[in-house]
């Protein structure tokens, strides 16, 4: 794919999760020293995301921005891919790219998670950059990478961003202001930056800030961006959930994704830690399975664990996804459509 992707990857502290606790605390009853190491639960689904990356992808070749607070966490990220075997290291470049926050806002660096605004910052990060897509790194990709590059070539003359819903906003109190059809998503963005830089202050977190305070103030980006292009939906493009399938999709208020199931999802998003915590058991057995998953495994052997691991889950009905419709094909189409091109 020409378009690169890019992910943000800071070695922060005090990271927080979306009820504003400290991390360590709102995951204190898990039990798990992972969940506590903010590094090392990161450095782990970079791993995985790279890994799924790679695995479900035929293209020779994928070119990643990483946009790191520091350039020692950059080197970090890079030996993620030692272990990986060459021929699918030599498929990888990975590119070293400050995070870009604007000045005299200092406190956009540490708000609600270490870094998280940076991605809307993207047009002036990346002023060589066309247009790119912007990925979590709590995201595993269960299919081709290679088919985001449709939102982008899906955007008619005037949309800058993709996104894909966020349901949560449904059942939050008090209401934030939404965009969309129930509220965006910022996990993916599509992002055609040479349009962003058209809107005031250059790039969309530019124009966020330009545009003035918010009420009620925004929790973090996302309430950020959803407030901003509530009134402007000439600017978005809304894709289902397929490109961005969180927990909070499976809610029966959630938009109806249709090409989940015909297609299989695409990217998988453990956001809020769902991917160590006891939010949804299948996001559970994916990652697990996906987490250990090693380049050369045989996607034959993979599927055959999936639709096991899944199908012993299929008893409980004490989590978002445990009423949804053909959810097991949704998450295995991917691999089921790899074991037809293994050889």
Not at 234 to 245: D, G, I, K, M, S
């Amino acid at each position: 794919m020409e378009v690169p992707l890019v992910m943000v990857v800071c070695d922060g502290k005090g990271v927080n999760g979306s009820d504003g606790r400290p991390m360590e605390l709102a995951l204190s009853g898990v039990g798990s020293e992972m969940l506590r190491g903010s590094w090392e639960r990161q450095a782990e689904q970079v791993t995985t995301l790279l890994k799924t990356l790679l695995y479900f992808s035929s293209c020779s070749h994928w070119r990643v921005i990483v946009l790191t607070d520091t350039f020692d966490t950059y080197l970090k990220v890079v030996k993620i891919m030692d272990a990986f075997p060459s021929r699918h290291r030599r498929r990888l470049l990975l590119q070293y790219r400050d995070v870009w926050l604007p000045s005299g806002y200092g406190n956009l660096k540490d708000h609600w998670r270490t870094c998280v605004w940076a991605k809307q910052f993207l047009a002036e990060a990346l002023p060589q950059e066309d247009a790119v897509v912007y990925v979590d790194t709590d995201l595993v990709f269960l299919g081709p990478a290679e088919q985001l590059s449709w939102l982008l070539r899906s955007m008619d003359d005037q949309q800058v961003v993709a996104l894909a819903p966020e349901p949560q906003y449904l059942v939050e109190e008090p209401k934030y202001p939404s965009a969309g059809r129930v509220g965006l998503n910022t996990g993916v963005m599509a992002v055609n930056l040479t349009r962003l830089r058209r809107l005031p202050g250059g790039g969309l977190g530019s124009a966020i800030l330009k545009e003035g305070s918010f009420v009620p103030a925004p929790r973090h980006d996302q309430d950020a961006v959803n407030h901003y292009l509530a009134n402007k939906p000439h600017l978005l493009q809304e894709v289902t959930a397929r490109w961005n399938f969180l927990p909070s999709s499976c809610f029966t208020e959630a938009p109806p994704c249709p090409d989940c199931v015909s297609e299989g999802i695409l990217l998988l998003h453990g956001a809020d830690a769902t991917f160590f915590r006891h939010v949804d058991r299948k996001y559970l057995v994916i990652y697990s399975l996906l987490a250990s998953l090693q380049l050369l495994d045989d996607p034959r052997s993979l599927l055959a664990k999936a639709v096991a691991s899944l199908a012993s889950t299929d008893a409980w009905y004490d989590y978002p996804c445990s009423n949804y419709t053909n959810i097991n094909h949704a998450l295995t189409l991917g691999m089921i459509n790899a074991t037809k091109l293994y050889h």
